[in-house]
T-cell receptor, first 113, second 114 residues
Framework: AQSVTQLGSHVSVSEGALVLLRCNYS??????LFWYVQYPNQGLQLLLK??????LVKGINGFEAEFKKSETSFHLTKPSAHMSDAAEYFC???????????FGAGTRLFVKA | DAGVIQSPRHEVTEMGQEVTLRCKPI?????LFWYRQTMMRGLELLIY????????DSGMPEDRFSAKMPNASFSTLKIQPSEPRDSAVYFC????????????FGPGTRLTVT
């Protein structure tokens, strides 16, 4: 069965600093991987996804993530944090053999001025 | 285009009362998901419909919960009777195909059971 682990329930960075949110997954078959963002009092919205092909995936708002099969990781990065990036971020995995999307516990990103 | 629409946005009810949450998926989407989000348990999948048919309801907590999708443009999640531990934010999401595609989430219904 697949699972998702997000390291760090809270991450704090200064405005302009690198954002790195970690996600590791387990899956018995090649996975589909997603990052979603949730702003306060809103539903989740897709940042980016990996299905097949290029392992470096670019998303909205300057975020990108790299699928590393050998490390079973799909970490989310952004070179320079902005105050508007403060939100909760969820990594999710779906394996090609099933139909459930499993969400990680989420990482709340704080951006300091 | 309108996104996923949920109603009501907020619901406050007393223990023992019936609660019905409503969802209108994005037109043309054939998969619909109901989730529950709490601080303690995070985001949990309750039930998944594909082409209006319930495919997996293993996440439904107990018999007090039921969900229906009578047509492609409407779904309900009902709790009867409600209990304080049901207090959470309930999200509906839809997808254009199936689990392999991104899900579009509604704004959620914040349920408080007193």
């Amino acid at each position: 069965a697949q699972s998702v682990t997000q390291l760090g329930s809270h991450v704090s960075v200064s405005e302009g600093a690198l954002v790195l949110l970690r996600c590791n997954y387990s899956s018995s078959v090649p996975p589909y991987l997603f990052w979603y963002v949730q702003y306060p009092n809103q539903g989740l919205q897709l940042l980016l996804k990996y299905t097949t092909g290029a392992t470096l995936v670019k998303g909205i708002n300057g975020f990108e993530a790299e699928f590393k099969k050998s490390e079973t990781s799909f970490h989310l990065t952004k070179p320079s944090a902005h105050m508007s990036d403060a939100a909760e971020y969820f990594c999710a995995v779906t394996d090609t053999g099933g139909f459930k999307t499993i969400f990680g516990a989420g990482t709340r990103l704080f951006v300091k001025a | 285009d309108a996104g996923v629409i949920q109603s009501p946005r907020h619901e406050v009810t007393e223990m023992g009362q019936e609660v019905t949450l409503r969802c209108k998926p994005i037109s043309g989407h054939n998969s619909l998901f109901w989730y529950r989000q709490t601080m303690m348990r995070g985001l949990e999948l309750l039930i998944y419909f594909n082409n209006n048919v319930p495919i997996d309801d293993s996440g439904m907590p107990e018999d007090r919960f039921s969900a229906k999708m009578p047509n492609a443009s409407f779904s309900t999640l009902k709790i009867q009777p409600s209990e304080p531990r049901d207090s959470a934010v309930y999200f509906c999401a839809s997808s254009s195909r199936d689990w392999s595609y991104e899900q579009y989430f509604g704004p959620g219904t914040r349920l408080t059971v007193t």
